[in-house]
């Protein structure tokens, strides 16, 4: 049983920074196929950042919108996945969730693929972002 706790949102003017860490426990090592995803009010939950590392390097795959602004990066001795965030814009406004799949996935286009039903869901942070 896989626990994920997030931190790290907040309230930040557009063109500001924040950094959101999600703390995995309850498993051996941090999953290799993780990822943040976003629901802002009335829309659909979207995948912002995945990663997958069963070769041993992280590979990423982001949505259009924060290609270049948004990182996604992992430290697996301590468990823990983050997401930087920089240049942000009002439309990135929405609860953030981390996530993650313990059961066999092969490809970081698999791990997305099932991420977007992964096994554990972290609570949520918000994060606001005004013009």
């Known amino acids: 049983q896989v626990q994920l706790v997030e931190s790290g949102g907040g309230s930040v003017q557009a063109g500001g920074s924040l950094r959101l860490s999600c703390a995995a426990s309850?498993?051996?090592?941090?999953?290799?196929?993780m990822g943040w995803f976003r629901q802002a009010p009335g829309e659909e939950r979207e995948a912002v950042a995945t990663t997958y590392s069963r070769g041993g390097d992280d590979q990423t795959i982001y949505t259009d919108s924060v290609k270049g602004r948004f990182r996604i990066s992992g430290d697996n001795a301590k468990k823990m996945l983050y997401l930087q965030m920089n240049s942000l814009k009002p439309e990135d406004t929405g609860m953030y969730y981390c996530?993650?799949?313990?059961?066999?996935?092969?490809?970081?286009?698999?791990?997305?693929?099932?991420?977007?039903?992964?096994?554990?869901w972290g609570q949520g942070t918000q994060v606001t972002i005004s013009s």
């Open positions: 309850g498993y051996a090592y941090r999953p290799y196929c």
């Open positions: 996530a993650a799949v313990v059961s066999s996935v092969w490809t970081a286009y698999s791990c997305r693929e099932n991420l977007e039903r992964a096994d554990y």
